[in-house]
């Protein structure tokens, strides 16, 4: 069964440094979404990405995040001088266009981000 | 706004029990529901979903949900809990195309042996 895949697992970063957070969604899917989830506390919608553009984003998803489809299988999240209350799990999920599965999020694994 | 309330925080089971966690949504229409289930340190899994038509619906791993339109409610249920069941269970609303999907707090179950 497809599946969504996130790399890295575990990420340990300093603050104020860069990171990349790489998601593989599945492949026929159009929508890409980020999620958070601070330990402890529930789901937080990110931003989600539709037709190689930002559909929606959260409030959250301020200028130090940003988005990319860099190669039509990849999609990124960046952030771009992390803090220490971006220390978090983020998912990434993917959602068909059409079909049995349309309205249905699929997500991955998570990244467990840590900032120090 | 849309807004998704679980108002267990943490739930404690007996192995064989049955149980009912409670999801009550916001929302001007009948929105797609969904349960997911995170079990410790890994990611979400679809439980199961509802779009319209037969209000008890079937999930996996036993689980079934009801939604009641006149209680803004989507319960989950199973009749016999399995200590792998232990995990944290959130509900979430998903509008459609494009927009995002709104999770509440989450409840924690635990199974007693």
């Known amino acids: 069964e497809p599946e969504v895949t996130q790399t890295p697992s575990h990420q340990v970063t300093q603050m104020g440094q860069e990171v990349i957070l790489r998601c593989v969604p599945i492949?026929?899917?159009?929508?890409f979404y980020w999620y958070r989830q601070i330990l402890g506390q529930k789901v937080e919608f990110l931003v989600s990405?539709?037709?190689?553009?930002?559909?929606?984003k959260s409030e959250i998803f301020d200028d130090q995040f940003s988005v990319e489809r860099p190669d039509g299988s990849n999609f990124t999240l960046k952030i771009r001088s992390t803090k220490l209350e971006d220390s978090a799990m983020y998912f990434c999920?993917?959602?068909?266009?059409?079909?049995?599965?349309?309205?249905?999020?699929?997500f991955g694994p998570g990244t467990r981000l840590t900032v120090l | 706004a849309q807004s998704v309330t679980q108002p267990d925080i943490h739930i404690t089971v007996s192995e064989g029990a049955s149980l009912e966690l409670r999801c009550n949504y916001s929302?001007?229409?009948?929105?797609?529901l969904f349960w997911y289930v995170q079990s410790p340190g890994q990611g979400l899994q679809l439980l199961l979903k509802?779009?319209?038509?037969?209000?008890l619906v079937q999930g996996i791993k036993g689980f079934e949900a009801e939604f009641k339109r006149s209680q803004s409610s989507f319960n989950l249920r199973k009749p016999s809990v399995h200590w792998s069941d232990a995990a944290e269970y959130f509900c979430?609303?998903?509008?459609?195309?494009?927009?995002?999907?709104?999770f509440g707090p989450g409840t924690r179950l635990s199974v007693l042996p």
């Open positions: 999920a993917s959602r068909d266009f059409s079909g049995a599965g349309a309205d249905t999020q699929y």
């Open positions: 492949s026929n899917h159009l929508y």
């Open positions: 990405f539709y037709n190689n553009e930002i559909s929606e």
């Open positions: 929302y001007g229409a009948t929105p797609y």
């Open positions: 509802y779009f319209s038509g037969d209000t």
């Open positions: 979430a609303v998903g509008p459609f195309y494009g927009q995002n999907f709104v």
